[in-house]
């Protein structure tokens, strides 16, 4: 009986394991899927600020770490504190 419980066990284990790590995956893989495909250059990308606006007040911004984010229109890595001339800020 003990032959037949540990493989159990061991797999419920790795089950466990499989979904403890693969979430993580799963939404970083969801956010990539809502990114742009705008190269930067188009879009007049900086990675500064332009005035008082920045990325992480658009309502394009994908909230990532807090040194790099995604956009939903523009490509690439994007830094919160950036700025494109697609700039639309969020509303409220
Ligand atoms: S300012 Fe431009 S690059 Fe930054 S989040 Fe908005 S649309 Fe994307």
Known sequence: MSSTSKP???RGVLIGAAVLTGLPILA??????AAGTLPKANAHYQDHPNGTK???MCNYY???????GMCKVVAGPIDPNG???LFAPKAG
């Open 54 to 56: 920045h990325c992480s």
């Open 28 to 33: 970083v893989s969801e956010a990539a899927h």
């Open 8 to 10: 159990t066990t061991r």
């Open 62 to 68: 994908i909230p990532g770490s807090p040194k790099a």
């Open 83 to 85: 700025w494109c001339t």
